[in-house]
């Protein structure tokens, strides 16, 4: 398989679950990224990380718990989230992270909280 | 806190017709800017513009980085209906390594 794939494709959760978000690239890319897609908003950085290390934090609940073992896997792990956490979490990778690199998107996770 | 606004939101058009997309930022330390077509989940990616290649074409799809006026346009010529979609302009800046700022889209419709 190539490219950057993301499972599952749909979830839905109820606001007392507990459930992970999983993203593998197989690009060979050492940068991975977690967005957020509401209705009528723009995607929304969420994390970065850089060699496995987490480099950017854009101010996300601490409900929403990224990992990244290694460079070709990332886990968005999801507790006690909010109705207005329901969008499209999109996963995407590029070689190292730096200014001027293209980011390669996977398909996506539709998530809805009841 | 950096910005990047498209216009229009959304636009209808018929097979044939030509498009023009605009995107417009307020970065600090300007280091790309990217479009991205999104159909159905996954963006995937159209062009990246730097200030060494402000000017990118690729078949009936093409696009100009004006960096003077802070803006970009993506140009479509010849529609068809599979460039119905959603467009996404997104620049890099500032000194947070791979922090893409997105723009809210502009929906493409095409009719036959």
């Known amino acids: 398989e190539t490219g950057v794939t993301q499972t599952p494709r749909h979830l839905v959760m109820g606001m007392t679950n507990k459930k992970s978000l999983k993203c593998e690239q197989h690009?060979?890319?050492?940068?991975m990224y977690w967005y957020k897609q509401s209705a009528k908003k723009p995607l929304e950085l969420m994390f970065v990380?850089?060699?496995?290390?987490?480099?950017e934090n854009n101010s996300v609940p601490s409900r929403f718990s990224p990992e990244c073992p290694n460079s070709s896997h990332l886990f968005l792990h999801l507790h006690t989230l909010q109705p207005e956490d329901s969008a499209l979490y999109l996963c995407?990778?590029?070689?190292?992270?730096?200014?001027?690199?293209?980011?390669?998107f996977g398909p996506g996770t539709r998530l809805l909280v009841l | 806190e950096d910005k990047v606004v498209q216009s229009p939101l959304s636009l209808v058009v018929h097979e044939g017709d030509t498009v023009t997309l605009n995107c417009s930022y307020e970065?600090?330390?300007?280091?790309?800017l990217l479009w991205y077509k999104q159909e159905k989940k996954a963006p995937t990616f159209l062009f990246m513009l730097?200030?060494?290649?402000i000017e990118k074409k690729s078949g009936r799809l093409s696009s100009i980085l004006d960096k003077k006026e802070l803006s970009s346009i993506l140009n479509i010529t010849a529609t068809q209906t599979g460039d119905s979609a959603i467009y996404l302009c997104?620049?890099?800046?500032?000194?947070?390594?791979?922090?893409?700022?997105f723009g809210q889209g502009t929906i493409l419709t095409v009719h036959p």
């Open positions: 995407a990778s590029s070689p190292s992270g730096g200014y001027q690199e293209t980011q390669y």
């Open positions: 690009l060979g890319h050492n940068a």
């Open positions: 990380y850089n060699f496995k290390e987490q480099t």
């Open positions: 970065v600090t330390n300007f280091r790309s």
């Open positions: 730097t200030s060494s290649g």
């Open positions: 997104a620049v890099v800046g500032g000194t947070s390594y791979g922090k893409l700022t």
